[in-house]
T-cell receptor, first 116, second 111 residues
Framework: GAVVSQHPSWVICKSGTSVKIECRSL??????MFWYRQFPKQSLMLMAT?????????EQGVEKDKFLINHASLTLSTLTVTSAHPEDSSFYIC????????????FGPGTRLTVT | QKEVEQNSGPLSVPEGAIASLNCTYS??????FFWYRQYSGKSPELIMF????GDKEDGRFTAQLNKASQYVSLLIRDSQPSDSATYLC???????????FGSGTKLNVKP
């Protein structure tokens, strides 16, 4: 149980284009999903917290107009990187909270974004 | 500023030995503590979590929490080469919502 998927697993795009990453909870409903970014040899940095049916809460320093997050259902959250630039190249990982009141969160397999 | 500190390593241990990984945190209000294992190029996978002082054992893994000293450690008994990975410590703050991750400790288990 508690499986989280991400799609695509990797993507290469040209500078200036937009990329959408999907995060799905496969066998449970996730009221809260989290989006992280991880640069090589660094730890995970929380970008935003996504609650179903409401606007995402972004961490300080994360541009909400650049990283659009939509949590349309209890099993799907999307992250769109708009007008991507090479410095946005990173490993993007989502996670989902298993249940309300639970502190556990399970991670998706990640999406490697390369912007050329 | 909530901080979670880990020694980046690498920590090298021979196969069959006990690997000891340490983590300290700055926020006394931290409620729960998690250990994740991350293989290169993969996302983290949960190993175990704890929120009570003392030891919590799960198979070859033991999490040791000392809230007074603000540290949590992970012991891996009978270390295997497949345990070679980066281990991330994470804590939940007093808002019960955000995880704060350490930078991870790289563990090498030598056959």
């Amino acid at each position: 149980g508690a499986v989280v998927s991400q799609h695509p697993s990797w993507v290469i795009c040209k500078s200036g284009t937009s990329v959408k990453i999907e995060c799905r909870s496969l066998d449970f409903q996730a009221t809260t999903m989290f989006w992280y970014r991880q640069f090589p040899k660094q730890s995970l940095m929380l970008m935003a917290t996504s609650n179903e049916g409401s606007k995402a809460t972004y961490e300080q320093g994360v541009e909400k107009d650049k990283f659009l997050i939509n949590h349309a259902s209890l099993t799907l959250s999307t992250l769109t990187v708009t007008s991507a630039h090479p410095e946005d190249s990173s490993f993007y990982i989502c996670s989902a909270r298993v249940a309300v009141g639970s502190y556990e969160q399970y991670f998706g397999p990640g999406t490697r974004l390369t912007v050329t | 500023q909530k901080e979670v500190e880990q020694n980046s390593g690498p920590l090298s241990v021979p196969e069959g030995a006990i690997a000891s990984l340490n983590c300290t945190y700055s926020d006394r209000g931290s409620q729960s503590f998690f250990w994740y294992r991350q293989y290169s190029g993969k996302s983290p996978e949960l190993i175990m979590f704890t929120y009570s002082n003392g030891d919590k054992e799960d198979g070859r893994f033991t999490a040791q929490l000392n809230k007074a000293s603000q540290y949590v450690s992970l012991l891996i008994r009978d270390s295997q080469p497949s345990d070679s990975a980066t281990y991330l410590c994470a804590v939940i703050g007093d808002n019960f919502n955000k995880f704060y991750f350490g930078s991870g400790t790289k563990l090498n288990v030598k056959p």
